[in-house]
């Protein structure tokens, strides 16, 4: 796979956004159990982190969606997708933020890797195909399939499978064709800390301390 330089204008992600429109999900989630708080409306050096995922789409998007159950996500000013199918996890967030999507191109991005830049996804974007699934990839069968580019035609390949009771992705990669983004050879985009999940207090207290 060849990377693609940001001075091409063909093929780089920030022309991307000025000859199609884009849509950028932020996957909000609900009430983290570990966190006894809504994960997304936790605070992060002063911001929520539903805030963080925000303004790193912004760049590239021409719309965002909140994927959310709490209608407290509206004070953001985006619209709030609730679940269409409740309690099966991330895939039901981005199904139902997929059929509520405009656009055919989508950035998915979780509140919980506040880290993951606006460079990480324009590298995404600049290596996307014609696979429904754009998505970074450790080489073997672990993904990060919450911060990945999703066709909206994805919404009918996921509803097939959560007919079928299947609402893992990793199950979905395996069975489709995906574009796997090898992480290591972005050395640019993808650091160490890139996907840092947070999902306690304590992982906040940490980042708190680096950023």
């Known amino acids: 796979m060849e990377k693609e330089t940001q001075g091409n204008e063909t093929t780089s992600p920030i022309r991307l956004k000025h000859t199609m429109p884009i849509t950028g999900i932020v996957l909000a989630g609900g009430e983290s159990f570990r966190m006894q708080t809504d994960?997304?409306?936790a605070g992060l050096a002063g911001r929520p982190l539903v805030?963080?995922?925000i303004?790193?789409?912004k760049p590239l998007c021409s719309n965002i969606l909140i994927g959310a159950n709490n209608p407290e996500y509206e004070q953001f000013g985006y619209a709030v997708i609730p679940d269409r199918i409740p309690g099966i996890g991330?895939?039901?967030?981005?199904?139902s933020c997929l059929k509520a999507s405009g656009?055919?191109?989508n950035i998915v991005l979780s509140c919980d890797t506040p880290l993951v830049s606006t460079s990480a996804l324009q590298c995404l974007l600049s290596n996307s195909r014609e696979e429904l699934v754009t998505l970074p990839w450790y080489r073997d069968d672990h993904y990060e399939p919450l911060c990945a580019i999703y066709h909206k035609e994805m919404a009918v390949v996921l509803k097939d499978y959560i007919d079928l009771h299947i609402y893992k992705l990793p199950v979905v990669f395996s069975q489709i064709p995906v574009n796997r983004i090898p992480v290591a050879d972005y050395p640019e985009c993808f650091n160490d800390w890139t996907f840092y999940n947070i999902n306690t207090a304590d992982d906040l207290k940490k980042l708190e301390k680096i950023i």
């Not at 991330?90 to 199904?95: F, H, V």
């Open 39 to 41: 994960k997304g409306l």
């Open 55 to 57: 303004n790193n789409l």
């Open 90 to 95: 991330p895939m039901g967030g981005i199904y």
């Open 51 to 53: 805030e963080y995922a």
């Open 103 to 105: 656009t055919k191109i």
